[in-house]
């Protein structure tokens, strides 16, 4: 008796979806690969932002230097805030930043400054007002002018590592004005010239960008957060493994030039909105608590990466100093010591 074949789109979809199951066990298992015992000595260190502890009625001063002398954090990335450092055209005020530098600088610590429009915590874009009332290409002129005045100052510090030029420029994120197609490319030729002796660092997202950034620049600093606020509410980044940044940085060097990859901004606060001080403790709790940054502290190390700075030491200093929470400054000691 003759057997019933099947029709032969019937056929046609049953092998599709066999191919389909069959690359989707092998994308399974290759991602649950990412997630194994591999550790690698790492380099620990922090963002910190003057406007930020303002932010939080805290004196930044007093913040620095807790986080050299009771952490031990010898490794900072800091901000050269345009407009601050020039508040209004060709009057220049350095004298916080070269403060900053200095105290670093007493007990050996390095720093990656961080220059450009576009520079860590909200509002992200820092570009004076005087500024913004210019056209288009009058403002580019100042920022260069900005760069040339900055990097001249500072080349000759020995406690800077590496220049950050701008701060994630290709990610459509803060009030920002649209930057020119080739404009970044232009910022990275000057300090490039300007000062040839030291490598030239920028940032992208680490979950949300292809850093495509990486083939412009030496190195590349990229964004790892675990708990965020999204436009469907808490959203958290629990099925990815730790070692998928690291897979995804040797993928990407098949295609294009092999920057140094490392993390420019691990998140060791609360996601919240709008503010810290406009939302209570317990409401800042529920995206980052205790258990959290204990969790994203061994993330941190099975990510094999060999270079972070975390996210937040404003907040672990107010949560001690303010609101009598010390444990995540107690915690955060353990990063450091």
């Known amino acids: 008796m003759k057997k019933n074949k099947l029709p032969t789109w019937q056929r046609r979809l049953l092998i599709a979806a066999v191919i389909l199951a069959a690359l989707s066990f092998i994308?399974?298992?290759?991602?649950?690969?990412?997630?194994?015992?591999?550790?690698v000595a790492?380099?620990?260190?922090?963002?910190?932002?003057?406007?930020?502890?303002?932010?939080?009625?805290?004196?930044?001063?007093?913040v620095l230097t807790a986080a050299l002398d009771e952490l031990?954090?010898?490794?900072?990335?800091?901000?050269?805030?345009?407009?601050?450092?020039?508040?209004?055209?060709?009057?220049?005020d350095w004298i916080n930043l070269d403060k900053d530098l200095a105290a670093i600088g007493a007990r050996q610590g390095k720093v990656v400054l961080a220059i450009g429009q576009k520079l860590p915590r909200w509002p992200e874009c820092w570009i004076p007002d005087w500024a913004m009332s210019l056209d288009q290409g009058s403002r580019e002129n100042e920022l260069k002018?900005?760069?040339t005045e900055t990097v001249n100052r500072y080349r000759d510090n020995p406690s800077i590592s590496v220049w950050q030029v701008e701060n994630e420029p290709g990610f459509p994120f803060g009030t920002c004005l649209k930057i020119r197609a080739g404009l970044f490319e232009e910022e990275v030729a000057l300090v490039r010239k300007l000062d040839p002796s030291r490598p030239i660092a920028s940032t992208d997202s680490g979950e949300l960008a292809l850093w495509t950034m990486g083939k412009k620049v030496d190195q590349l600093g990229i964004s790892i957060y675990r708990v965020v606020v999204s436009p469907i509410g808490i959203w958290r980044y629990w099925f990815v493994p730790p070692q998928l940044y690291l897979r995804?940085?040797?993928?990407?060097?098949?295609?294009?030039?092999?920057?140094?990859?490392?993390?420019?901004?691990?998140?060791?606060?609360?996601?919240v909105d709008p503010s810290i001080l406009g939302t209570t403790v317990e409401q800042q709790m529920k995206t980052f608590d205790l258990k959290q940054m204990q969790d994203n502290i061994a993330f941190a190390k099975r990510s094999s990466l060999s270079t972070i700075d975390y996210w937040g030491v404003e907040w672990w200093y107010w949560m001690k100093t303010v609101k009598n929470h010390p444990e995540f400054w107690e915690l955060a000691k353990s990063i450091y010591q």
Not at 262 to 271: A, H, K, N, T
């Open 248 to 271: 995804k940085a040797q993928f990407l060097s098949w295609f294009m030039r092999d920057p140094h990859i490392y993390v420019s901004e691990f998140q060791m606060e609360p996601w």
């Open 145 to 147: 002018n900005y760069l």
């Open 27 to 39: 994308g399974f298992v290759c991602f649950r690969l990412m997630d194994k015992d591999f550790y």
């Open 42 to 62: 790492q380099t620990a260190g922090v963002t910190i932002s003057r406007p930020y502890a303002e932010e939080l009625k805290l004196k930044p001063d007093e």
């Open 72 to 92: 031990k954090i010898r490794r900072f990335r800091v901000p050269a805030y345009w407009s601050l450092v020039e508040p209004q055209q060709a009057k220049w």
